[in-house]
């Protein structure tokens, strides 16, 4: 997906022992800021990428590749997206929060466990004032999907990821039955829709966006409980509500209000952290406006432009 939708070139990393079995490995992706200067990130747009190995030795061998791999090629920038402190070389930052909830068990069982006020009764007056959910894997699916997420992130100020993003999502995670998308209706109107992959035993909720002016139905607690309830059906045991700035309390209580579990989601740099202060002021102060109050063909034009850069 990564390299169809940006250009971006997309390897692995691994160790062999003497045998030439895998011991190790990790993905990346070779990026380029505006500036032009490259950058190893394992992975772009994702929550978190960590290494894979079979023993603690197979990992010092494997970020010690990396390092060296990185060096012959000229590359000065390392972000994987875990934390890898035991290698001093790596400095570890964390400014998110991950949420996961544990699906073993019966669907009843699951819903006993979250917060009455906060996802139980939202979720029971949905049903009641009419709300319809769908499980959908079509692409026509994809396509009321992006027109929420336009009108969601336009309303925010967020650059919108490119429509053809949207496309080749379907056809390599959904169309194989590895994803699946939620769809809320409200009469003949979708008010939400949530997007959905999953591995491993292991279902992840990557995007969602729903109708401004339809929130007071809580379309979204329907559309994450049915999700939940299809992961059980599928035999997912984990549900991963994905990451979270840590200073976005209001989405901390959403996401905990699930009997999710929380921890600190840490990421590494080499040779140093970024400075996440300058960037987020340049999107709140000069990009955001903009995406507001432009019409959609400019926000649509923006996210083509400018998303390959926020990797």
């Given at each position: ?12 990393l ?21 500036s ?15 290494p894979l ?8 061998d ?20 875990w934390?890898?402190?035991s290698?001093s ?11 996961t ?17 906060q996802?139980?009764?939202p979720?029971?007056r ?33 650059p ?13 995670v959904?169309?194989p ?6 769809l ?16 491993g ?11 401004q002016?339809?929130l ?9 409980w ?7 059906r599928?035999?997912?045991?984990t549900?991963?509500?994905?990451k ?24 590494s ?8 202060d300058v ?6 102060r ?13 926000c ?12």
């Open positions: 997906m990564l390299n169809r939708q940006y250009g971006f070139k997309v390897f692995a691994c160790v062999l022992d003497e045998a030439g079995n895998l011991t190790a490995g990790i993905p990346f992706c070779e990026v380029k800021g505006l032009g200067k490259r950058k190893w990130v394992s992975l772009p747009f994702s929550d978190y990428c960590n190995a079979i023993s603690n030795a197979a990992l010092n494997l970020e010690d590749g990396i390092f060296e791999l990185a060096s012959q090629q000229g590359v000065k920038q390392i972000e994987i997206r934390d890898v402190g290698d070389r790596f400095v570890s930052m964390s400014n998110a929060v991950l949420h909830t544990s699906l073993v068990g019966s669907d009843r069982e699951l819903f006993s466990r979250f917060k009455k006020t996802v139980q009764q979720i029971t949905a049903l009641r004032d009419g709300l319809i959910a769908k499980i959908r894997s079509d692409e026509e699916a994809i396509d009321r999907y992006y027109a929420l997420h336009l009108q969601t992130r336009r309303r925010l100020g967020i919108v990821q490119p429509r053809s993003f949207f496309k080749i999502f379907y056809e390599e959904v169309r039955d590895r994803g699946f998308l939620v809320v209706f409200h009469r003949e109107f979708c008010i939400s829709a949530g997007v959905f992959a999953g591995y035993g292991k279902l992840t909720y990557k995007y969602s966006a729903s109708d002016n339809s007071h139905f809580h379309p979204n607690n329907l559309m994450l049915t999700a939940m309830q299809e992961a059980i599928r035999g997912f045991t549900f991963d509500f994905g979270t700035d840590a200073d976005n309390a209001g989405l901390r209580q959403f996401k905990s209000g699930w009997g999710s579990t929380e921890r600190p989601l840490i990421y740099y080499y040779p140093e952290a970024p400075s996440g960037s987020r002021a340049i999107r709140q000069v990009l955001a406006p903009v995406i507001r109050h432009s019409p959609k063909f400019v649509r034009a923006l996210g083509e432009m400018l998303y390959r850069y926020s990797a």
